[in-house]
Nanobody
Framework: QVQLVESGGGLVQAGGSLRLSCAASGRTFSSYAMGWFRQAPGKEREIVAAISWSGGNTYYADSVKGRFTISRDNAKNTVYLQMNSLKPEDTAVYYC?????????????????WGQGTQVTVSS
């Protein structure tokens, strides 16, 4: 069983930056593939970024490439999402997800553990 707790969301102006963190419980965090998803009102949950258990492989949605960076610190059981050059269309609830896997996972159905989400609001 893995519990995920996101933090770092908030209100920011367009062009600003935020860093999201996702702290995971359990001693086998390093065996989990991790992902960040987001869901805006009235829209489906979508992948933002994902990272393999080792951190050696990453995936980014086209909409965030060059602006967002996913990373992980297995010693701290934490995965991060650095978000730069934020746009109003990045406004959403951001969720952290996990699943034991040695590959990068990119769809909601791939993951079996989810955090409660953290709100990110970007004002124009």
């Amino acid at each position: 069983q893995v519990q995920l707790v996101e933090s770092g969301g908030g209100l920011v102006q367009a062009g600003g930056s935020l860093r999201l963190s996702c702290a995971a419980s359990g001693r086998t965090f390093s065996s989990y593939a991790m992902g960040w998803f987001r869901q805006a009102p009235g829209k489906e949950r979508e992948i933002v970024a994902a990272i393999s258990w080792s951190g050696g492989n990453t995936y980014y949605a086209d909409s965030v490439k060059g602006r967002f960076t996913i990373s992980r610190d297995n010693a701290k059981n934490t995965v991060y999402l650095q978000m730069n050059s934020l746009k109003p269309e990045d406004t959403a609830v951001y969720y952290c997800a996990a699943r034991q896997s040695n590959v990068v996972l990119t769809t909601t159905r791939d993951y079996n553990y989810w955090g409660q989400g953290t709100q990110v609001t970007v004002s124009s």
